[in-house]
């Protein structure tokens, strides 16, 4: 069974910054591929960034640049560095494990299990 806990959302102005923590627990994370995903009320999941389990990182476009994911293999857990916030990166962010799949410029969202999540409010 593998289980994640999601941590460090907050609610922060336009422009600032949150690092979100994936901590895993009863597996290795390094032996997996990752993926951040984010959901809003009324919206869809939506794919955020990935990083597989032989290191490739991948963006989805509205974000590259602005966030940057990592693996600390000691920790057993993944990050995600959330830079230049914009109310439309609002919602509740998941971590799962899944091979990254990109399609036009976009991570997709793994279907499966996930943990509770994290909630990223960016709001005046």
């Known amino acids: 069974q593998l289980q994640f806990v999601e941590s460090g959302g907050g609610l922060v102005q336009p422009g600032g910054s949150l690092r979100l923590s994936c901590a895993a627990s009863?597996?290795?994370?390094?032996?997996?591929?990752i993926t951040w995903f984010r959901q809003a009320p009324g919206k869809e999941r939506e794919g955020v960034s990935c990083?597989?389990?032989?290191?490739?990182?991948f963006y989805t476009d509205s974000v590259k640049g602005r966030f940057r994911i990592s693996r600390d293999n000691v920790e057993n857990t993944v990050y995600l560095q959330m830079n230049t916030l914009k109310p439309e990166d609002t919602g509740v962010y998941y971590c799962?494990?899944?091979?990254?799949?990109?399609?036009?410029?976009?991570?997709?969202?793994?279907?499966?299990?996930w943990g509770q999540g994290t909630q990223v409010t960016v709001s005046s």
């Open positions: 009863g597996f290795t994370l390094e032996r997996y591929s």
């Open positions: 990083i597989s389990n032989s290191g490739n990182i």
């Open positions: 799962a494990a899944g091979a990254c799949t990109i399609v036009g410029g976009t991570v997709s969202a793994p279907f499966g299990s």
